[in-house]
């Protein structure tokens, strides 16, 4: 429940295409959501069954606040009074893009080695690490990569996941219809090998392509496929 809401934020930031400042902003309203307090683990209580949905609503909350031009501190994190003091005491903020940097040196140490597959994996990884520091850019070119690895390695599974990062770094850069290309090539790659998570993330990223491009009941349509698919083969993350 205490970082939840940086989350919510972060992913309402993403769907709504937020720009760099916008984005800081949801993040630093999310800041003032944040609690965390489990007293339900001493004297009992319900609560903990919506502890998921309360740092949700509050993340959304930030985005939609911050849409409408309300703005928070910048310094939320490490500010005298932000985040970390006050829940953490000691912390280091350096340790937040401590993943891109090791993968992008396994990335180095594998294509040294000329290890195709182990550059490949670490090209999928750095997308997402990228896509998730909000690097958009970054995150076209590896997963751009990534894909194309794959492809020549004869991996469609994975080709189709690189190829959703492809779509959501298309997406966050302003270019709805190569995201949207994207997304229907990841999707049947992951038909090609009946990939059910591969397949319902792809129509998850067409249904977000979709709504950019302003084809709203396309979305609609391409969104409740995946939702679909999702129940019927327990696809929890959808």
Not at 65 to 87: H, R, W
Not at 140 to 163: I, K, W
Request: hydrophobic share 45%; net charge neutral; proline share 3%.
């Amino acid at each position: 429940v205490g970082v939840g809401p940086f989350g919510g934020a972060a992913a309402g930031a993403v769907l709504m295409n937020f720009d760099r400042e916008k984005a800081l902003n949801a993040l630093a309203i999310a800041g003032s959501h944040s609690a965390g307090l489990i007293e339900y683990t001493k004297t009992g209580g319900s609560v903990k069954r919506i502890h998921s949905a309360i740092p949700a609503a509050a993340g959304v909350r930030a985005a939609l606040f911050a849409d409408v031009g309300i703005t928070g501190p910048a310094s939320i994190l490490e500010g005298e009074k932000g985040f970390c003091k006050v829940f953490a005491g000691e912390y280091d903020l350096a340790r937040l893009t401590e993943g891109q940097l090791h993968a992008e040196r396994a990335l180095a140490l594998a294509t040294a080695a000329g290890d195709a597959e182990l550059a490949a994996r670490c090209l999928n990884v750095l997308a997402y690490l990228c896509s998730g520091s909000y690097q958009p850019e970054r995150a076209r070119q590896v997963s751009a990569e990534a894909a194309q690895r794959y492809a020549d390695l004869g991996n469609p599974a994975m080709e189709s996941d690189s190829l959703a990062q492809l779509a959501c770094a298309y997406i966050r850069l302003g270019q709805p219809r190569q995201a949207l290309a994207a997304a229907r090539r990841s999707q049947q790659r992951a038909e090609a090998v009946e990939n059910y998570w591969g397949i319902a993330n792809g129509q998850l990223q067409v249904a977000v392509a979709l709504a950019e491009l302003g084809e709203l009941g396309q979305s609609i349509q391409a969104a409740r496929q995946a939702l679909t698919l999702a129940r019927e083969r327990q696809i929890l993350f959808m």
